[in-house]
């Protein structure tokens, strides 16, 4: 992450109110889906960090704005965001292997405060990560 994104994710108001990704989803502006369906969308990043880089979002934020709201009602959307990842990584052609990421509040550098998880792949990932 450069320092000017550092910066934005530090800036960023942990908030519930609708973000870039609402308007995504609502194709308000431009984006390059990769997979949707009724309950999930995924889109490649628009600044990507490795040759594969998608998000996958919930189209219900329903309170989700990052990891941390998560309540007993969302374990269905989460473990299904977790399986769309898997198929997503299939369809990519990530058969080495693929890293998922959910980066969370400012300390984790998020930066829309709509959860996503980061599917990234097509080179070889380091740990521990940055
Ligand atoms: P995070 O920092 O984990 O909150 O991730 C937010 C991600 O959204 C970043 O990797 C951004 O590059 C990505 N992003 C922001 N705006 C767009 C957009 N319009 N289309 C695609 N990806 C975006």
Known sequence: MAASEKEAALAAVPTDSPTIFDKIIKKEIPSTVVYEDDKVLAFRDINPQ??????????????LTGLAKAEER???????????????????????????????????????YHLHLHLL????????PG
Request: charge should be positive; glycine fraction near 14%; aromatic fraction near 6%.
């Open 74 to 112: 969302h374990i269905e959307i989460l473990g299904y965001l977790l399986y769309i990842a898997k198929v997503v990584a299939k369809q990519e052609g990530l058969g080495d292997g693929f890293r998922i990421v959910i980066n969370d509040g400012p300390n984790g550098c998020q930066s829309v």
């Open 50 to 63: 490795a040759p594969t880089h998608i998000l996958i979002i919930p189209k219900v934020k329903d309170g």
């Open 121 to 128: 792949g097509g080179r070889q990932m380091n740990w521990p």
